[in-house]
Every structure is written in structure tokens, then in C-alpha cells.
């Protein structure tokens, strides 16, 4: 599968800085250090020995010694800057800041006293060096569930025990439950609870506002997410129908940025992703967003659906 540009940015950037540290090391062991192959070591250099400061002459790129490379060694001589940590503009920081509130107001409760420690003391940073753009920004999510149930959900993600669920599912049935809680998710509009559900021995995603009922019990928590789970805030789950993008590589940015399952590169620039679709309206948006880049869809009725979609806003500017 084909590398995200965002991974090797990170190892791009996070190359220099080591490289900085450590002068004169063999490929081998920067291979190893960042769990790549020694071939890809070589690319990389080869794309920083390309990269440098606005201007982009000899005397702007980053640069390394020819003549230790021949001999397997890789010796930074002109980092041009790139080990330094970069300074944020006030767009950036604002972002930062906005994306702490809502951490701390989503999770705060969750968290244990040392990682609020360091969410408080990261946004007081930030918010004071943001000065009046970050004094004029209200976060505030909104979460559908009634308050008693939100404040056992959330006590229960920090006592790590077991809860018994009153829930409506999608065919309007009242069902009792008992699960692991793991994390909340926001996300399609909607708010969840991410556990593992004993009765379909599987993890399952809980509308919070369909908890008619929670109940703590005394068992502890005995299951955990998996590391892949932990490091996104979005996975996908099994129970999501898969669907199959074809486009031309002007759309590259869908299999950077989007949780894509596979990548299959084509001869001419063009590639296909594998997704899968936890709801119809997102896909019909993205459809839309990349009209003019979609070779093929399937099922087609995804993209039939998209086409409705586009021709009935189009009746309605007519009217």
C-alpha cells in the first residue's frame, strides 16, 4: 500500500532533527531507528537533499555529505533551520487552542489528574500567547444525551467499570446490555460511546442519545481497545458497508487524509481507495466535493444516489 504523504512528512522532518543530534550515522541504523528499509532511507535523503528554504537555490537547500552517503554513512551538513521547532502563526494557534477547548470540554472528567495537568497548563500556554484572537473564540459541543446519562457515562470512562445499557436500537428496540466503555466519539453529527459489547462479543458504537439507562456494575472493565483503535479518533467498525472510489490523481489528498483501507495505484496517475461508509450523507458530500475527479464508484448506487442529490439542488436553483 502506498505511503500517506503526512507519515513521511513526520519522518522527513523528524530525520533532520535526529540527524542534527547524531552526525555521521550509518543508514542502517537511521533505517532502524525509524523502522523503514534502508532503501527508503536513501529516497528520503534524496527528497531533503531537494528541500530547503524559500528561494530554493544550492546555498537554500538542505544538504548532506556525498561523499559519506557513497560510503553508507549519512552526515547532516545544512539543516537550514529544520531543527529548530517552528513557530506558530495565530491561525495555528487559535486552531490549537479551539481543538484543546473541546478536547477538555468533551473528555475533561475522563481524563485522570495528570493529563488534565497537562491539557490545563497546554491551553493556558497557548491561550496566553494567542492573546485577544484567543479571548474572541466560544467553543462549545453540543452532546445529545440526557445529562444524567452524559455524567455516568463519563464517570464510568474514569472508574474503568462495567455498565449495563438501556438502549433503543436502529429498529426501535429496547435492548439490555452490558458492555465495556472505552471512549466518547463526536462525529456524524452524533455522539457515541465506544465499548466492547459482551452480548455480540464485538465492539459496537452506542448513540448516547438512545441510552435510556446506564448502570454501573462492579466488574471492572476486561477488555481493551486495540493500539490501532487508540492512535485515531475515527475507525471505522465491520458493521460499515465498504465502498470502492475509482479516481484521477488530481484527488490525492482522499487517500491522505481519509481512514482508507486499501490503495491500488494506477498506471496513469489515477488510483482506487476502499472505505467504509459509516454514513450515506458524508459519502454523498464527498462525491460531490470530487465530481470532477470520480472515474467509477461501487456500488453504483452510492453514486446514483450522489447524482439525485446534485440534480434536485440544481432543480431547486432553477426554481
Do not use: K
Not at 485577544?132 to 464517570?155: I, K, Q, W, Y
Not at 449495563?164 to 452490558?178: E, F, I, N, Q, S
Not at 482506487?272 to 450515506?280: D, Y
Amino acid at each position: 500500500m502506498a505511503e500517506r504523504t503526512p507519515e513521511r512528512l513526520v519522518r522527513l522532518l523528524g530525520m533532520v532533527a535526529y540527524l542534527d543530534r547524531n552526525p555521521g550515522v550509518s543508514v542502517e541504523q537511521v533505517a532502524g531507528h525509524f523502522a523503514v528499509s534502508s532503501e527508503q532511507v536513501l529516497r528520503d535523503v534524496d527528497t531533503l537533499w531537494m528541500s530547503g528554504t524559500p528561494g530554493y537555490w544550492p546555498d537554500d537547500l538542505i544538504d548532506f555529505d556525498a561523499g559519506s552517503l557513497e560510503s553508507g554513512v549519512v552526515r547532516l551538513t545544512q539543516a537550514r533551520g529544520m531543527e529548530h521547532a517552528l513557530r506558530l502563526g495565530t491561525r495555528e494557534a487559535v486552531t490549537l487552542v479551539a481543538a484543546l477547548r473541546a478536547l477538555s470540554e468533551a473528555l475533561g472528567d475522563a481524563l485522570d489528574p495528570a493529563q488534565r495537568d497537562v491539557l490545563s497548563s497546554t491551553l493556558e500556554v497557548l491561550t496566553a500567547a494567542t492573546g485577544d484572537a484567543a479571548a474572541t473564540m466560544d467553543v462549545h459541543l453540543a452532546v445529545e444525551a440526557a445529562p444524567e446519562v452524559l455524567g455516568r457515562v463519563r464517570a464510568s470512562l474514569t472508574t474503568g467499570r462495567r455498565v449495563r445499557l438501556r438502549y433503543v436500537d436502529a429498529a426501535d428496540a429496547v435492548t439490555v446490555r452490558d458492555v465495556d466503555p472505552w471512549h466518547l466519539l463526536t462525529g456524524d453529527e452524533r455522539s457515541y460511546l465506544v465499548a466492547w459489547c459482551h452480548a455480540a462479543r464485538g465492539e459496537r458504537q452506542f448513540r448516547l442519545d438512545r441510552i435510556l439507562e446506564l448502570t454501573e456494575l462492579d466488574e471492572p472493565v476486561t477488555t481493551r481497545p486495540s493500539a490501532s483503535r487508540e492512535a485515531g479518533t475515527f475507525r471505522p467498525t465491520e458493521e460499515h458497508d465498504r465502498v470502492r472510489i475509482a479516481l484521477d490523481g488530481r484527488a490525492r489528498w482522499v487517500a491522505e487524509q481519509l481512514p482508507v483501507e486499501e490503495i491500488v495505484e494506477g498506471e496513469d496517475g489515477s488510483f482506487e481507495v476502499t472505505l467504509r461508509l459509516a454514513s450515506p450523507a458524508w459519502l454523498r458530500h464527498l462525491l460531490l466535493r470530487l465530481a470532477d475527479h470520480v472515474r467509477a464508484v461501487e456500488p453504483a448506487a452510492l453514486a446514483h444516489e450522489a447524482a439525485g442529490s446534485a440534480a434536485r439542488a440544481l432543480e431547486a436553483y432553477d426554481a
